[in-house]
């Protein structure tokens, strides 16, 4: 079955440490990548997504992500984190295929920042 | 604004009793969707719409049924609710042939008892 994963759970890390969530999924044929990002009691929202291209994407607030077609890997990173990037991250991915309105997400990576 | 509009926030009924989710958009976008969303589970996809009259099932779309009579709306329909549908559920649309990514509405707080 296609599946996306994300190999952390929960990450607890200090202000200004670098943060990078692992992204893996399983489709085999061409792919949308998203990831967004979801703060304490609020709706999702998009932090970057790759269509094709450059396979390094940059987002806002200062992250960014590397697509990795053979790895099958499209993984976040932030070199200094902040306290107010305490949030729940979501990668998704969309296969284009005939049903390609079908869009899948990770189970979600809760990171908190500590001061 | 450009928004996705979700009623009501907070929902509690009782099981078998019949609700309805609705969903409006007012950025005259194709394609609109409805997730859920439960701890350890991240968004999981129900249905979703390509356009007007098209509707298709996503990863969990049983005891759920949508319609799309018009481009703005987007209603989620569960017939005969069960414990197991309470939730957090999130609609979202998108210029989906355009890239534009999903804006989400702020959610809809389900419990079913």
């Known amino acids: 079955a296609q599946s996306v994963s994300q190999h952390n759970h929960h990450v607890i890390l200090s202000e200004a440490a670098s943060l990078e969530l692992g992204c893996n999924y399983s489709?085999?044929?061409?792919?949308?990548l998203f990831w967004y990002v979801q703060y304490p009691g609020q709706h999702l929202q998009l932090l970057l997504k790759?269509?094709?291209?450059?396979?390094l994407v940059k987002g806002i607030k200062g992250f960014e992500a590397e697509f990795i077609k053979s790895k099958f890997s499209f993984n976040l990173r932030k070199p200094s984190v902040q306290w107010s990037d305490t949030a729940e991250y979501f990668c998704a991915v969309n296969l284009i295929t005939d049903s390609w309105g079908k869009l899948q997400f990770g189970a979600g990576t809760q990171v908190v920042v500590t001061p | 604004e450009a928004q996705v509009t979700q009623n009501p926030r907070y929902l509690i009924t009782v099981t078998g009793k019949k609700l309805t989710v609705t969903c409006s958009q007012n950025?005259?976008?194709?394609?609109m969707s409805w997730y859920r969303q439960d701890p350890g589970l991240g968004l999981r996809q129900i249905y979703y719409?390509?356009?007007?009259?098209?509707?298709d099932k996503g990863d969990v779309p049983e005891g759920y049924k949508v319609s799309r009579k018009e481009k703005r709306n987007f209603p989620l329909i569960l017939e005969s609710p069960s414990p197991n549908q309470t939730s957090l559920y999130f609609c979202?649309?998108?210029?989906?042939?355009?890239?534009?990514?999903?804006?989400f509405g702020n959610g809809t707080r389900l419990t079913v008892t």
């Open positions: 979202a649309s998108s210029d989906w042939d355009r890239g534009t990514p999903l804006h």
């Open positions: 950025m005259n976008h194709e394609y």
């Open positions: 719409s390509m356009n007007v009259e098209v509707t």
């Open positions: 790759y269509f094709s291209g450059d396979p």
């Open positions: 489709y085999g044929g061409t792919v949308n």
